[in-house]
């Protein structure tokens, strides 16, 4: 299986914004739904958003109105909370080999 690459975490006040991204060959957005996960330490990698290959998107409920997931795999975080820490990784949706992940940190 393929391996993602997310970046573009970083350090960020509680209310403030971050935007993920992730390196997907194009083939991959016309065929799977994809997915953003995350890992805050002592926890289970958990879902946090989902796009189906026609574009449309499923958010679990701590994220709704805040975060976007686009077809582009681009993850808009906005409004964010210090429990939103954790690594945060792009893949297939389903899949559970996984690649690089990119940590956000949400801290006063």
């Known amino acids: 299986q393929v391996q993602f690459v997310a970046s573009g975490g970083g350090l960020v006040q509680p209310g403030g914004s971050l935007k993920l991204s992730c390196a997907v060959p194009?083939?991959?957005?016309?065929?799977?739904?994809m997915a953003w996960y995350r890992q805050a330490p002592g926890s289970q990698r958990e879902l946090v958003a989902s796009?189906?290959n026609g574009g449309t998107p499923v958010y679990v409920d701590a994220v709704k109105g805040r975060f976007t997931i686009s077809r582009d795999m681009h993850l808009q975080m906005n409004s964010l909370k210090p429990e939103d820490t954790a690594v945060y990784y792009c893949?297939?949706?389903?899949?559970?080999?996984w690649g690089q992940g990119t940590q956000v940190t949400v801290s006063s």
């Open positions: 893949n297939v949706y389903g899949w559970t080999t």
């Open positions: 194009p083939n991959f957005l016309n065929f799977y739904a």
């Open positions: 796009i189906s």
